[in-house]
């Protein structure tokens, strides 16, 4: 099992352009999740989405959308990057809302 | 508001002496509490995790956690440090109201030989 993949892995933008970050995971996980972490701030939750269908914003949804593709699959976009956002993103899984998260890899994400 | 804080920004400790990592948290109700480890340039792995039951909750790599209700208390701990534990460390706590996590801004542990 390859668990929660995220792609790219590295990713450089110039402020406007815009971009789709994918994740998929592969453990039949109903709930998911986009973080994005900063030096010295943790991890702020963007968006997630508690079962196929449904999706909800986080602390700091701003300046991005999200889609549950599928059960699989959960994509965050940047429709008009901005210097703000250069960050390291964070897919996670879980069974349910509230339950053991499993991350990804992570996307670094820098926005000139 | 429900919380949680990591005390230290960097926890220094010498190879094969024993370590700790601090957490407490705030929350309404009975907490549910993670800890959470990165290394360089990875995704965050879970490492343990208190719903109920025993004070004492063990978890992978030989970590161990204590959970004290009267002291709103999680500490991470382990007998023997190796080198190889030097990571960051995150703990977080459910917030019982949307029950997402909340993280706390992670504690640095360095391993010396």
């Known amino acids: 099992n390859a668990g929660v993949t995220q792609t790219p892995k590295f990713q450089v933008l110039k402020t406007g352009q815009s971009m789709t970050l994918q994740c998929a995971q592969d453990?039949?996980?109903?709930?998911m999740y986009w973080y994005r972490q900063d030096p010295g701030m943790g991890l702020r939750l963007i968006y997630y989405?508690?079962?196929?269908?449904?999706?909800d914003k986080g602390e700091v949804p701003n300046g991005y959308n999200v889609s549950r593709l599928n059960k699989r699959e959960f994509s965050l976009r940047l429709e008009s990057a901005a210097p703000s956002q250069t960050s390291v993103y964070f897919c996670?899984?879980?069974?349910?809302?509230?339950?053991?998260?499993?991350f990804g890899p992570g996307t670094r994400l820098t926005v000139l | 508001a429900q919380s949680v804080a990591q005390p230290e920004d960097q926890v220094n400790v010498a190879e094969g002496n024993p370590l700790t990592v601090k957490c407490t948290y705030s929350?309404?109700?009975?907490?549910?509490l993670f800890w959470y480890v990165q290394y360089p340039n990875r995704g965050l792995q879970f490492l343990l995790k208190?719903?109920?039951?025993d004070n004492l909750v063990k978890g992978s790599y030989g970590f161990e956690a204590e959970f004290n209700k009267s002291q709103t208390s999680f500490h991470l701990k382990k007998p023997s440090a190796l080198v190889s534990d030097s990571a960051l460390y995150f703990c977080?706590?459910?917030?019982?109201?949307?029950?997402?996590?909340?993280w706390g801004a992670g504690t640095k542990l360095i391993i010396k030989p």
């Open positions: 996670a899984s879980s069974e349910a809302v509230g339950d053991t998260q499993y």
């Open positions: 453990m039949n996980h109903n709930s």
């Open positions: 989405s508690a079962s196929e269908g449904t999706t």
């Open positions: 929350v309404s109700g009975n907490p549910y």
């Open positions: 208190y719903i109920t039951g």
């Open positions: 977080a706590v459910r917030d019982q109201s949307n029950y997402q996590l909340i």
